[in-house]
């Protein structure tokens, strides 16, 4: 019986010495075999590369979740590294305190979805007016708007915040709604240009049939242009909410430095940072922890790790849902004209 | 339906109406009369040449019917004013109705006037405002007034100079933190570049699990980086760090390898921290990839199918047709990426806002105008030499 097996085993592999001979001596089909092979070793040097790659851009979020998951009386185990002894949420109820998560949660919520309304209302009609309703210097208008990106928010913030105190604007979420629907929010020239590059790729054949039957442009950009810019409209208001929810310069600026009550969940973040150890003082929190914990540096890191991870989660599980739609969107957009 | 009742208008407004269009009526009669006078003029004259008169006279006679039209109209105003009775018309439909008269391409440009109106209006307050008194700022030697508001004082360039001669920040003077944020980004810039080409190109061919790859590629843009930066930099993050390197220590062979050979130290240099900077790099490139995916898929496919049967190979197709095609988006993704990368470089930290207020713009604006002027020109300066350096190879496809 194996005997059987094994001389069945050798005349196959001889069969294919001989084959691969064959194929050897025939110049044309030995070029191809060895493309084959080549092929086949890039493709694994790609997934190599691939995985590397992934692991880089995963690492940070596995760091924080794996601080976030472990026990405070874990602290100095050195055995304890990526996966926890005892799972615990100590850490969350301590961070959730000293972010005031709720709150700092509804608030950030609020002006998220605000501006990303505004934002995507007036970039993407001015994109439009710049792609096809020219006029005499809509050309310098645009330059204008692609000037707005190359200037920094820091340069112009002392006298714009200087204007909306005399505006008796400051302290407000809708100051930035304002300034969102007045298209000058975060980056907001950034998404003109990408609507505008978007609207060229669209045929104008398309249009012209809508006017021929009597449809004036507001019509025509939101029966025909809209619709067909789901994939710029998707990633517009992606990167826009995102944006908005990480943002720290404006928010603090304009809204919560001189209103401390609305606060969101990225200044609060940041004011975890600075002065952490008074906040949980003040809160009265470091009880829950059970050990005296203000000498060893590592529980403070271990907080604000955990208080990191609050702040990014709603926004992962948002993009866990829309990602299929926001990857498919770039795959469709063909943002060049 | 409620039928609704139209209001006549008054006798004086009648009247006003009838003397403006009986002066227009004698004013368009006059240029009638003068344009025909002159038509027969030209008709008449021998000296003309031939070509020349009729092209004259049709320019002519294009005037002449015009203005009959315009006479007819007035006429026929005039008569409704004498004999009928006439309405009011609200304003607003007064408007339609001169929208609607007009020519369907001004019609088109109205509406992109009205599209492009709220930008506008916040170009003006939010932006451009701003930024030119921040210039005339860094021009004032400005110091804060007892009931609020500053002083101003025109100083010409005091601010600047004081700011390269004495300012500094933890040790270091403007120039050098300048520097060295210019040496970060000349860096940074082409590593970012080149690495989200790469990965475009990659993620735009399609493997098993492309869409698990892509979903996890587009994650960075989700990344909040001071958190990120936080987490890594942390003394938990050191800690993991540690572990972690004991595990691979192949950059340091690699390295001393390179040294062996005898590769200069300049080269190695720039690899390491290139190495060092792995995670800012995948993280910061999120949006550059976003760019050249779509740019990649804009490219049509037979441009590619042509190349193939011309006998081109895949590298050849990549660097004659992919890489001429998306040189547009390549300028986009610099832009963007100077932009981004010196926001968050070291010279911010003379801008910075920290929770309590900002540190220097409530003691010296002057000062704090000149810093960021400086910034806001070594910008442009960048984006200008690179668009100036790329300008040539950039090729556009219309």
């Not at chain 1, 080549?38 to 940070?60: A, E, M, Q, T």
């Not at chain 1, 990526?82 to 959730?96: D, H, L």
């Not at chain 1, 045929?203 to 810019?229: C, H, R, T």
């Not at chain 2, 009526?25 to 009369?33: I, N, P, S, V, W």
Request: charged share 15%.
């Amino acid at each position: 019986m194996i005997k059987n097996a094994w001389k069945q085993l050798k005349s196959s592999i001889h069969c294919a010495i001989k084959h691969y001979q064959l194929i050897w001596s025939q110049p044309l089909r030995k070029k191809a075999l060895l493309y084959r092979i080549l092929g086949k070793i890039v493709n694994v040097f790609k997934y190599v590369l691939v995985v590397g790659l992934c692991f880089v851009i995963l690492y940070p979020l596995m760091l924080q979740l794996a601080i976030a998951f472990r026990a405070p009386t874990d602290v100095n185990n050195p055995t304890v590294l990526w996966i926890p002894g005892e799972f615990s949420i100590k850490n969350f109820q301590v961070a959730m305190i000293a972010l005031r998560y709720w709150d700092a949660l509804r608030n950030t919520l609020i002006l998220s979805f605000g501006v990303t309304m505004f934002q995507l209302i007036s970039t993407s009609l001015a994109g439009y007016a710049f792609a096809r309703l020219k006029f005499r210097g809509s050309s310098i208008f645009f330059a204008a708007a692609l000037f707005t990106i190359v200037v920094p928010q820091t340069v112009i913030a002392l006298p714009l915040l200087r204007s909306l105190t005399q505006m008796q604007l400051v302290g407000k979420p809708i100051t930035l709604f304002l300034m969102a629907g007045m298209g000058m929010g975060i980056k907001s020239g950034i998404f003109i240009y990408l609507f505008r590059q978007f609207y060229r790729g669209i045929p104008v054949e398309l249009e012209e049939a809508a006017y021929i039957d009597g449809a004036n442009p507001l019509q025509v950009f939101s029966k025909i242009m809209l619709p067909n810019a789901r994939g710029a409209v998707i990633t517009v208001a992606l990167l826009s909410f995102v944006w908005q929810w990480n943002d720290f310069y404006f928010t603090t600026l304009f809204v919560t430095r001189s209103n401390l009550g609305f606060a969101t969940l990225t200044t609060q973040q940041v004011s975890v940072l600075f002065g952490l150890q008074q906040a949980l003082t003040d809160a009265g929190v470091w009880g829950l922890m059970g050990q005296d914990v203000t000498k060893n540096p590592l529980f403070s890191s271990m907080i604000l790790n955990t208080s990191g991870v609050l702040v990014m989660l709603p926004l992962l599980v948002l993009y866990f849902f829309v990602q299929k739609l926001f990857v498919q969107g770039i795959e469709r957009s063909g943002i060049v004209g | 339906m409620k039928k609704k009742t139209l209001t006549p208008i008054t006798v004086q407004a009648r009247e006003a109406r009838k003397t403006v269009a009986i002066q227009k009526q004698g004013k368009l009669q006059a240029t009638f009369e003068e344009v025909s006078a002159r038509y027969i003029r030209i008709g008449e004259n021998k000296k003309y040449p031939a070509f020349l008169k009729f092209r004259r006279l049709n320019k002519l006679n294009r005037q002449l019917s015009h203005l009959r039209n315009k006479l007819q109209h007035v006429n026929s105003e005039l008569f409704a004013l004498n004999n009928q009775e006439i309405y009011q018309t609200p304003l607003l439909k007064q408007l339609s109705r001169k929208f609607e008269q007009l020519p369907y391409d001004k019609q088109k440009m109205v509406f992109g006037m009205l599209f492009i109106l709220p930008w506008l209006i916040g170009f003006i307050v939010f932006f451009s405002s701003p930024l030119i008194t921040t210039i005339w700022w860094s021009l004032n030697e400005m110091a804060p007034k007892v009931g609020g508001g500053f002083t101003f004082n025109f100083a010409w360039f005091d601010n600047y100079r004081n700011l390269f001669v004495s300012e500094t920040l933890a040790g270091s003077t403007v120039l050098e933190v300048l520097t060295r944020s210019i040496m970060n980004i000349a860096i940074d810039l082409p590593t970012i570049l080149l690495f989200s080409i790469f990965i475009a190109v990659l993620l735009n061919t399609k493997f098993k699990g492309h869409q698990l790859v892509k979903a996890i590629f587009f994650i960075p843009v989700v990344y909040n980086m001071t958190v990120v930066n936080n987490t890594l930099s942390g003394a938990f993050g050191q800690l993991f760090e540690s572990n972690l390197s004991e595990g691979f220590q192949l950059g340091e062979t690699f390295s001393n390898f390179l040294l062996q050979i005898g590769i200069g130290g300049g080269l190695i240099e720039f690899l390491m921290s290139a190495v060092d900077r792995i995670f800012l790099i995948v993280n910061k490139s999120g949006i550059q990839i976003i760019i050249f995916i779509a740019a990649l898929q804009s490219i049509p496919i037979h441009l590619y199918e042509s190349a193939k049967v011309e006998g081109a190979t895949k590298y050849e197709m990549f660097w004659k047709v992919t890489i001429p095609l998306i040189s547009p988006m390549i300028l986009t993704a610099l832009v963007f990426t100077v932009v981004d990368s010196f926001g968050s470089s070291e010279i911010m930290h003379f801008l910075t806002v920290n929770s309590q207020g900002t540190t220097m713009a409530t003691n010296m604006p002057g000062m704090y105008s000149a810093i960021s002027t400086v910034y806001f020109m070594a910008n442009i300066l960048i984006i200008g030499f690179a668009f100036l350096l790329l300008r040539k190879s950039v090729f556009y496809y219309d």
